[in-house]
């Protein structure tokens, strides 16, 4: 669905406040778009702010302009300032207010018009303008292309180049996923002569493990379980377990992809109890055909990609992987044929 960008496109003409808002506990792909539009619109001329629903993983703070990033959850009074003040207001990598959940209500009464960016399936309808596509790989390839559809790829700096390449890197799972195709690797080209490094983007993200982290990974491995009768896998990390290891924000980011490692595994899950509340944070991922985001839609309260998906539960560790082990019957014909 594409609806108005040329017209959105007259409306950035003349300068304007904007804000710029990614999903909570933001990933790669939602940092990236947010701060690649944030460099954009200020070469435009416009007085441009990225507020973050919270905060998001330290292997993401090096891009740059993330310094300049506002955090609602610890900033309300600036943050409600802002957004009231504002002419638009980009959402990107969602699709549904509620995924910035406490930054809904402020966002509910501004006069602003919405601009939404976003590549998951089935959107809300809140935004004037939009720019949806479950078919591309990641929000950040989709900001490529919604600067090169308003005429701007010469604009495209190293800033941008970098925080593109990250969002894209990183939802590709570093191009692997069944979602690149050769125009993605085309859009990257473009963004490598423009400057982003590549190597030392991957390093930046990947290579800068602690020890915690690593026992941490240990634990999840030494969790995991796997159910051959469905060629499925699962893995747990209780609280206490992730207060051992010292958990910080983004150190569990990539666990749960380690499971479809394992031969004829199509199906991996990994369900982490949430430090501060008392829910389980569920990411779900596959591959071929079987689709996780029915999975979380139906019975985890949540959704995404065909692929790779998140949800959540409000029930104990315990309870919530019974009723994952109780649902596979209802999906084995699709995970071993």
Known sequence: MNTNIQELGEVLASPKNIVIVPHKNPDGDAIGAALAVYHYLNILGHNAVVISPNE??????????????????SKRKAAKSLIENADLIFTLDFNALDRVEDMKPTL?????????IDHHEQP?????????????????????????????RNKIDKNIATCL?????????SF??????????????????RGAENSDIHSAVYDTNGLSRLHLLGCALKNLVLLEEYNTVYITLSRSELEQFGFKKGDTEGFVNYGLSLKDVRFSVIFIADTQEDFIKISLRS???????????????????????????????????????????????QLTT
């Open 56 to 73: 998001y993983p330290d292997f993401l703070k090096w891009m740059p302009g993330s310094e300049s990033v506002l955090k609602f959850d």
């Open 108 to 116: 509910k009464k501004s006069e602003a018009a919405f601009v939404m």
């Open 124 to 152: 809300d309808d809140y935004a004037t303008y939009v720019y949806s596509d479950p078919k591309m790989g990641s929000t950040c390839e989709m900001i490529y292309h919604f600067i090169d559809t308003l005429g701007h």
């Open 165 to 173: 390449y990250t969002g894209i890197m990183t939802d590709s799972g």
């Open 176 to 193: 692997r996923f069944p979602s690149t195709t050769s125009i993605t690797h085309r859009v990257v080209a473009d963004l490598m002569d």
């Open 287 to 333: 591959v071929g055909d079987f689709s996780v985001n029915e999975v979380a839609r139906e019975h985890f309260n949540g959704g995404g990609h065909i692929n790779a998906a998140g949800g959540r539960s409000d029930l104990s560790m315990e309870e919530t992987i019974a009723k994952f082990r109780e649902l596979l019957d209802n999906y084995k014909e």
